[in-house]
């Protein structure tokens, strides 16, 4: 039954997917504590503490199976949440109590257990960023000689291509991707370093034997699939990580933003369109309206990721020597939504991408209601070609263009340039030879090529790489 009588996150009913919810869920970080607890026994078994295989199975048996209520319990009379979990997982496991979390503090699971949990986060934000950027390409290429306005300073400018334009939001995506994979490639266990970092209780156990210390750590880290652990800590793994990993989500929410930005205005335009389904509602008031609602959301979603990124910064600065507690309550909030609310951008990229709506009629025509100012730097040329005084054509051109300029502005007519200069005799152009300066593709330069040289020296490659990824396709729930 649906509750209705308590505050539900939106992350979970409206915009994050359920594999996301479940890598930032309950299930998924106990089930962790728990693997991190039978990946430190192995590694102490095998450097000579009396820990049996007998043990190690039990805890293998029961790895899974969370007895939440035997731990809710015991939380309420500890106020200890890992001490719980320990004891909780010791009810189910009598032979192997003694064992567990042995040497260990709170951090060998938390701190781990928060690193394992983002590479899973940043693995699946990867594997959704390929399959918008694989849209994005295919979109590129599709449309890749077909002339646009280019704008500057929101006004129109030289000609691009609407594929041209689309790289632009690819290659900001591939910046966003090489940085994911900077921070999966860097990522490191924060493995045994006890309570303030120096392994102080493991020296006790092993007496001393540093070999044995940095054996069981490296074992520990290849069990959790990392070949490296940080080199040195406090009790806590730099607070710096999650900036950076938020940092990286931040990244990916300024790209979708633009993104966004971009399709929000060219639906004004009527140039494009995100998709719009037969029975969707633009507006209660106007049925008319085709709301670029999906984008709005990507904006809305993307401000709250760039903002959230400042928590863990902050965090970061104010870590006082070895550790201070003012991190917890402020990062199991920031980090997994960041994550959360970067997974719906995605999505809702995903959805846009997979539909994108050109209608290639208006672009044309918002190209030739501006190619003529763009034009007469060909035009005076061509003039100038068949006997014309470069400069006496300078300047009719200079008040042709004022005068066609004042008509669509204060009359709201149509830019009659090209009528203008055709009506000009110091000119000596025919109607047809102006038109065939007009031709659109004289003015996209490289857009073509460029469009091309990029997909194939760059995305190609990474696409077909990862083309097992590839193929993500997403139905948003509201």
Known sequence: M????????????????????????????????????????????AQGLPITEEQIAQLEAHKDDINYEVAVAREKETRHDVMSHVHAYGVQCPEAKGIIH??????????????????????????KLLSVIALLAAFARKYKDMPALAYTHLQPAQLTTVGKRATLWVNELYMDYQ?????????????????????????ELFDGDSVKIKAMEQAIAAELGFDKVIPVCGQTYSRKVDSMVLNTLSGIAQSAMKFSGDMR?????????????????GSSAMPYKRNPMRCERITALARYVMIDALNPAFTAGTQWFERTLDDSANKRIAVAEAFLATDAIL???????????????????????????????????????????????????????????????????????????????????HREEVEGILDPQNFIGRAGEQVEEFLTGCIDPLLEEHKDLLGERVQLTV
């Open 2 to 45: 649906e509750r209705h009588d308590r505050y539900i996150s939106p992350f979970e009913t409206r915009y994050a997917s359920r594999e996301m919810q479940y890598i930032f869920s309950e299930d998924n970080k106990f089930k962790t504590w728990r693997r991190l607890w039978i990946a430190l026994a192995k590694a102490e078994k």
């Open 265 to 281: 205005i060219l639906q004004n335009f009527k140039e494009m369109e995100e998709p719009f389904e037969a029975h969707q509602i």
């Open 102 to 127: 042995l040497g260990a503090t709170s951090c060998y699971v938390g701190d781990n257990t928060d690193i394992l949990i983002m590479r899973e986060g940043l693995q699946l934000v990867r594997r």
């Open 179 to 203: 940085e994911v994979e900077h921070r999966l490639d860097n990522l490191a266990l924060r493995g045994i370093k006890g309570t303030t970092g120096t392994q102080a209780s493991f020296v």
């Open 347 to 429: 999505g809702i990229l995903l959805n846009v991408c997979d539909g994108l709506v050109v209608y290639d009629k208006v672009i044309r025509a918002r190209v030739m209601s501006e190619l003529p100012f763009m034009a007469t730097e060909n035009i005076m040329m061509s003039a100038v070609k068949k006997g014309g005084d470069r400069q006496e054509l300078h300047e009719k051109l200079r008040q042709h263009s004022i005068e066609a300029a004042r008509v669509v502005k204060e009359d709201g007519g149509k830019n009659d340039l090209i009528e203008r200069i055709c009506a000009d005799p110091s000119f000596g152009l």
